[in-house]
Every structure is written in C-alpha cells, then in structure tokens.
C-alpha cells in the first residue's frame, strides 16, 4: 500500500499571502492518479486537482499543482478567506486508494 | 445536477451489522465507478471500497477486507455497503462518491455509523 506523507501538518497563514502544501509517497504514483481535495467543518470533500496538475471544473486559477513521482504539492497563490479549510492529496495504485492524513490552512 | 444521497447509518453494537445505501441521480449511475470513504470523528479521510460500473471489479481498504461489501443496482441507481463484523473503530462517517478516472469529482453529504455497546 502507497502511503502518503502531508506537510506541514498545520499551516498558519494571512489572507494574501501564499500556501505551499507538501504531500509525499511512499514510493512512485503516477500523475495521472494524484488529485486534491478540499474540506471544510462540516461539509464533504471538494475536488480541486486531479492528474496531479489540472483544476476541477470550477476551480480558481489560484490554486495550482504540479509534481511527479514521489512529491506533489499543492499551492494557493494568494489566499483568500474561503481557501481557510483542510487539504487532503489522493492516490490510486496497485487496486488501492490511499488519502494523506490532511493538512489544514488556518489564518494567522 | 448530480446527488449522491445516503441512508442506513445509525447505532450498532460491536459485532453488528449494517447496510448502507446511496441513491443516485442526475448522472448515469451505470457509466461511472463509486467510492465509499469514511471519515472517523476529527480524524482524516480513509477510502474503504470502490466498485467499477458494471460491477466486475471491487477493491477494499485491508482494513475492511473480508468484513464490508460493496455492490450496486444499476437498475435503481443505488449503491450499496454491507458491513459485518463492526468494530469500535469503524465509527465514522460514510461518504458516497461518484469516480471519474481515478479522482472522486462529487461527494454525498455521508451518514453516520457508530459502533458501540
């Protein structure tokens, strides 16, 4: 089972300012099989990227991905005060899903 | 548009057993793939099954192999998790998702399963 490693664990930011969220495997995914979620309390997840670098339909050309192999990463350009919330990355492999353990966005 | 709507969630005694349905519509439920993922209470997302859309391949988390069930009636477009042998630890809730490729693009707003004496 690929199991996949998120960082920072919490990231505490200000509106404006960029996020760089980390998600690492434990060994290769393909692009194809990366994607990222979003979730806020209380509500389902959302998808954002899937292929590791294309946006979901309806997603804002502010949050971008990109990676290969073993490291992925998430990236907010500037933050909003909706995109406050918990990421998750996503992968398939070998009959097998697997989630990271979330990384969540707090305001500073 | 598209919703994904869970039922049969509720209390169960260690040991239990439940069985979950999700009511499909406004896609064609017989084209694409479903997920059920779980999400313990303050903890993080944890797939646990998927089934193609004919229903010829199933995959599990090994962490419900051999206890939980996933199946499907396209003629309802109802998808369905049998769940046997209930643990504490399987207290959560249970999401219903549409697959498309190998990302899920729409959720069901869950329904809660608790394991507990």
């Known amino acids: 089972e690929i199991v996949l490693t998120q960082s920072p664990g919490t990231l505490s930011l200000s509106p404006g300012e960029r996020a760089t969220l980390s998600c690492r495997a434990s060994q290769s995914v393909s692009s194809s099989y990366l994607a990222w979620y979003q979730q806020k309390p209380g509500q389902a997840p959302r998808l954002l990227i899937y292929?590791?670098?294309s946006r979901a339909t309806g997603i804002p050309d502010r949050f971008s991905g990109s990676g290969s192999g073993t490291d992925f990463t998430l990236t907010i350009s500037r933050l909003e005060p909706e995109d406050f919330a918990v990421y998750y990355c996503?992968?398939?492999?070998?009959?097998?899903?697997?989630f990271g353990q979330g990384t969540k966005l707090e305001i500073k | 548009q598209v919703q994904l709507v869970e039922s049969g969630g509720g209390v169960v005694q260690p040991g239990g057993s439940l069985r979950l349905s999700c009511a499909a519509s406004?896609?064609?439920?017989?084209?694409?793939?479903m997920h059920w993922v779980r999400q313990a209470p303050g903890k993080g997302l944890e797939w646990v099954a998927f089934?193609?859309?004919?229903?010829?391949?199933?995959y599990y988390a090994d962490s419900v192999k051999g206890r939980f069930t996933i199946s499907r009636d396209n003629s309802k477009n109802t998808l369905y998790l049998q769940m046997n042998s209930l643990r504490a630890e399987d207290t959560a809730v249970y999401y219903c998702a549409k697959a498309d490729g190998y990302e899920i693009d729409y959720w069901g707003q869950g329904t809660l399963v608790t394991v507990s004496s």
């Open positions: 292929g590791a670098s």
């Open positions: 089934i193609r859309y004919d229903g010829s391949n199933k």
């Open positions: 996503q992968q398939y492999g070998s009959s097998q899903y697997t």
């Open positions: 406004g896609f064609t439920f017989s084209s694409y793939g």
